[in-house]
């Protein structure tokens, strides 16, 4: 069987699971969840979004036979805020910069300001979608092989928090319960699809509740949902 992945995106995503949801949980001392539609200064959602909990699964465990689905996100610290300033690359590195030899940062380097979280703490439950021509490849054999990494601390890469500075602890999940917090967080990001033909990238929404404590996770985006009912 010829390694799965060049059509993921013409997947619909299984309405449920023959497993029950995985459940892990991500701590740590710093976050930042960068809301898309505030450019200027970089300003964090105040929870972990879908796509970033994906990411940090995948940085525990990650096969091109299966994704991860998240389906609910419950917060187990308050939610506190910080800010920082720091200087920052105006500019991604050209082959101008290289065939130079350097980057002139009087020229790139701008201060931003950060509004981000600290002392954050998480419990993600996410499902484990093994693509059709894998199905063979039972989804018992992926949810062991993460379960066994979390418990020892293993990893494939760093575990981060939205940005690579911001380390994740990642560990076995506990009972602690979810804080009292119930808010509407209005349209929050959902996902990102690669095109690995094209390069592409594709985002999607979703309407973000918080309810004690617990945001439920929708399969589909709002774009993905509107495509089916175009379609």
Same mark, same amino acid.
């Given at each position: 069987?010829?390694?799965?992945?060049?059509?993921?995106?013409?997947?619909?995503?299984?309405?449920?699971?023959?497993?029950?949801?995985?459940?892990?949980?991500?701590?740590?001392?710093?976050?930042?969840?960068?809301?898309?539609?505030?450019?200027?200064?970089?300003?964090?959602?105040?929870?972990?979004?879908?796509?970033?909990?994906?990411?940090?699964?995948?940085?525990?465990?990650?096969?091109?036979?299966?994704? *991860? +689905?998240?389906?609910?996100? =419950?917060?187990? $610290? %308050?939610? #506190? /805020?910080?800010?920082?300033?720091?200087?920052?690359?105006?500019?991604?590195?050209?082959?101008?910069?290289?065939?130079?030899?350097?980057?002139?940062?009087?020229?790139?380097?701008?201060?931003?300001?950060?509004?981000?979280?600290?002392?954050?703490?998480?419990?993600?439950?996410?499902?484990? *979608? +093994?693509?059709?021509?894998? =199905?063979?490849? $039972? %989804?018992? #054999? /992926?949810?062991?092989?993460?379960?066994?990494?979390?418990?020892?601390?293993?990893?494939?890469?760093?575990?981060?928090?939205?940005?690579?500075?911001?380390?994740?602890?990642?560990?076995?999940?506990?009972?602690?319960?979810?804080?009292?917090?119930?808010?509407?967080?209005?349209?929050?990001?959902?996902?990102?699809?690669?095109? =690995?033909?094209?390069?592409?990238?594709?985002?999607?929404?979703?309407?973000?509740?918080?309810?004690?404590?617990?945001?439920?996770?929708?399969?589909?985006?709002?774009?993905?949902?509107?495509?089916?009912?175009?379609?």
């Amino acid at each position: 069987m010829s390694t799965p992945h060049h059509d993921w995106d013409t997947l619909p995503v299984p309405s449920s699971f023959r497993y029950p949801p995985l459940s892990v949980e991500a701590s740590g001392d710093w976050a930042c969840f960068t809301r898309p539609e505030l450019v200027s200064e970089r300003v964090s959602y105040p929870i972990i979004t879908p796509a970033a909990a994906v990411g940090l699964l995948s940085s525990v465990f990650w096969k091109p036979q299966f994704r *991860w +689905v998240v389906e609910r996100i =419950e917060v187990l $610290a %308050p939610v #506190k /805020w910080t800010t920082f300033r720091r200087n920052e690359s105006g500019s991604a590195i050209t082959r101008d910069h290289l065939s130079k030899g350097y980057l002139d940062v009087d020229d790139t380097v701008q201060q931003r300001m950060t509004t981000m979280l600290r002392d954050v703490h998480y419990r993600i439950h996410a499902n484990v *979608w +093994v693509h059709p021509e894998a =199905e063979e490849q $039972a %989804p018992a #054999k /992926w949810r062991d092989q993460f379960q066994r990494r979390v418990k020892r601390g293993q990893s494939f890469r760093t575990p981060f928090l939205g940005m690579r500075e911001f380390h994740a602890d990642v560990m076995e999940a506990s009972d602690t319960a979810p804080i009292g917090w119930t808010e509407d967080l209005g349209v929050m990001h959902h996902s990102v699809v690669y095109d =690995e033909r094209t390069g592409a990238e594709t985002y999607d929404w979703f309407e973000a509740k918080v309810v004690d404590g617990a945001m439920d996770i929708p399969r589909i985006g709002l774009m993905a949902a509107h495509d089916l009912e175009v379609g």
